[in-house]
Each structure stands twice: as structure tokens, then as C-alpha cells.
T-cell receptor, first 115, second 113 residues
Framework: GESVGLHLPTLSVQEGDNSIINCAYSNSASDYFIWYKQESGKGPQFIIDIRSNMDKRQGQRVTVLLNKTVKHLSLQIAATQPGDSAVYFCAEISNYGGSQGNLIFGKGTKLSVKP | DTAVSQTPKYLVTQMGNDKSIKCEQNLGHDTMYWYKQDSKKFLKIMFSYNNKELIINETVPNRFSPKSPDKAHLNLHINSLELGDSAVYFC????????????FGPGTRLTVT
């Protein structure tokens, strides 16, 4: 299987509990944010996005919260299931110079769901 | 039905060699990307191509050369491979250049010995 980086933050939750994964971003000019899920051995998969003119957006079992004041983004997963076990990345859009429209990924958090 | 596919899935090679990774998307998207993911899972964009034209090159060494024969394909050629090139390389595509919902391929794990 794929090895996991030793420095990857890890969140361990019990099946059925709610999970909250946090992300701090640095660019106050970023105006679009995305959460991706990466299962072992696979590529990242889009989960949910939010624009900077919103502070909350809900999907199926997932909610993204954006706090622009402290440059903080969170992903809440309701009733976490074993299939939610993965590495979760937040990504922001940087519009500076030659990086216009570029996705800048955060470090990632590994979510482990205990049955 | 694979949306974004990459070959090979694993690639082991020696320093100094030249290798290529192929990527194809059947989504009809106009924009394709190459990302590098290091051992700490950090993902960084390398290239972006919109309808066969390069639009981003994020300070990648010129040993890396993307080639797009048509908008459904974006191949990555790497010359004179170095140990530091070992990583997982992901291809991705999106409908338009400004469309941030990107679809990723399964990745190619490159190991340089």
C-alpha cells in the first residue's frame, strides 16, 4: 500500500461520530476554496467548494465553513463512515501574477475511522 | 469508464534516464494539469494546458517537458532523472481554464534509484 508521510496530521474518530477537519490558509486575497478527498492509492477527488462571499455551504453529509477574519476553513463530516477514511486537502485559488487560477493545496489531514 | 487515466501506474528507473508518463481524459475537458505529490503528501501544480497550449509552468526544471498532441492528452517527459524526482505524479483535467473542479487521475508513482 501507499506509505503515509510521518508529518501528516491525523484525526481518528469513531464510526457514526461527526468529524471536523481544519485548514488555515495564508492568502487573504484567495476567493475560492475547495476540499478534496484522497483515498489510498488514488487521486484527489472533489468534495465541496465555497466562495469567499459565503461563510457556510452544505452538501450531502458534508459542510464547509469559512472564516475569512482568521483565514480558517473547516470541513465537517456528519455520521462518519469507514469509507470516509482518507487524506483530506483544502485548496485555495491564488490569483497572483503568473499563478492566476492556480490551485494551492494545503498539507492534508489523514482521517481514520474506527469501526 | 475511466475519466482520467495515466500510464504507467508505477515507474522505477535509474538516475540519468529519460522517461515519459502518459495521461488521457475522456471527459471532453479543455484544460489539463500535472501535479507532483511528495512523500509528505504535499501536492503542487507543475503545468497547466488549455486546449493544447501551456498556460502555467510553476518554476519546474526544464528537464520536465509536457507535450499535448491533442486536448485529450497531456504527456509528461522527464530528462536526466534525479533522485529528487521520486514522487507521485497526478494528471488532472477541468472543463475550462477557470473551472476549479478538477478531476484527477490515479497517479504514477515514480521511483528513481
Amino acid at each position: 500500500g501507499e506509505s503515509v508521510g510521518l508529518h501528516l496530521p491525523t484525526l481518528s474518530v469513531q464510526e457514526g461520530d461527526n468529524s471536523i477537519i481544519n485548514c488555515a490558509y495564508s492568502n487573504s486575497a484567495s476567493d475560492y476554496f475547495i476540499w478534496y478527498k484522497q483515498e489510498s492509492g488514488k487521486g484527489p477527488q472533489f468534495i465541496i467548494d465555497i466562495r469567499s462571499n459565503m461563510d457556510k455551504r452544505q452538501g450531502q453529509r458534508v459542510t464547509v465553513l469559512l472564516n475569512k477574519t482568521v483565514k480558517h476553513l473547516s470541513l465537517q463530516i456528519a455520521a462518519t463512515q469507514p469509507g470516509d477514511s482518507a487524506v483530506y486537502f483544502c485548496a485555495e485559488i491564488s490569483n497572483y501574477g503568473g499563478s492566476q487560477g492556480n490551485l494551492i493545496f494545503g498539507k492534508g489531514t489523514k482521517l481514520s475511522v474506527k469501526p | 469508464d475511466t475519466a482520467v487515466s495515466q500510464t504507467p501506474k508505477y515507474l522505477v528507473t535509474q538516475m540519468g534516464n529519460d522517461k515519459s508518463i502518459k495521461c488521457e481524459q475522456n471527459l471532453g475537458h479543455d484544460t489539463m494539469y500535472w501535479y507532483k505529490q511528495d512523500s509528505k503528501k504535499f501536492l503542487k501544480i507543475m503545468f497547466s494546458y488549455n486546449n493544447k497550449e501551456l498556460i502555467i509552468n510553476e518554476t519546474v526544471p526544464n528537464r520536465f517537458s509536457p507535450k499535448s498532441p491533442d486536448k485529450a492528452h497531456l504527456n509528461l517527459h522527464i530528462n536526466s532523472l534525479e533522485l529528487g524526482d521520486s514522487a507521485v505524479y497526478f494528471c488532472a483535467s477541468s472543463r475550462l481554464s477557470g473551472d476549479y473542479e478538477q478531476y484527477f487521475g490515479p497517479g504514477t508513482r515514480l521511483t528513481v534509484t
